[in-house]
Nanobody, 121 residues
Framework: QVQLDESGGGSVQAGGSLRLSCAAS????????RAWFRQVPGKERKGVAA???????TYADSVKGRFTISEDNAKNTLDLQMNSLKPEDTGEYYC???????????????WGLGTQVTVSS
């Protein structure tokens, strides 16, 4: 099994930027479907960005043009660059991995503990 550990969250003002990083261990992250999910208290976790098993990238409509998902295979990490942050981007961000081809809509079997992102207006 792969273990996931998110970092990089924090509090920023609207319009600012943050870069989240997911450090994987125990297995090669790039061999999985991999994604970032976000959860707001009282609501379901929703996919933010994902790299599916076939290499295709999917973004939530709300973050297109502002967020970029990427990976560094040498470091075995999955990153999420978040620019032009908005208050609605606030939430707990989770790194997700799965052996299924599509983990954006289907979630994942492996989850990190999350990192909090708070965007103030």
């Amino acid at each position: 099994q792969v273990q996931l550990d998110e970092s990089g969250g924090g509090s920023v003002q609207a319009g600012g930027s943050l870069r989240l990083s997911c450090a994987a261990s125990g297995d090669t992250l790039s061999s999985y479907c991999r994604a970032w999910f976000r959860q707001v208290p009282g609501k379901e976790r929703k996919g933010v960005a994902a790299i599916d098993m076939d290499g295709s990238i999917t973004y939530a409509d709300s973050v297109k043009g502002r967020f970029t998902i990427s990976e560094d295979n040498a470091k075995n990490t999955l990153d999420l660059q978040m620019n032009s942050l908005k208050p609605e981007d606030t939430g707990e961000y989770y790194c997700v991995a799965d052996t299924e081809p599509d983990c954006y809509s289907g979630g994942g079997i492996y989850w990190g503990l999350g990192t909090q992102v708070t965007v103030s207006s």
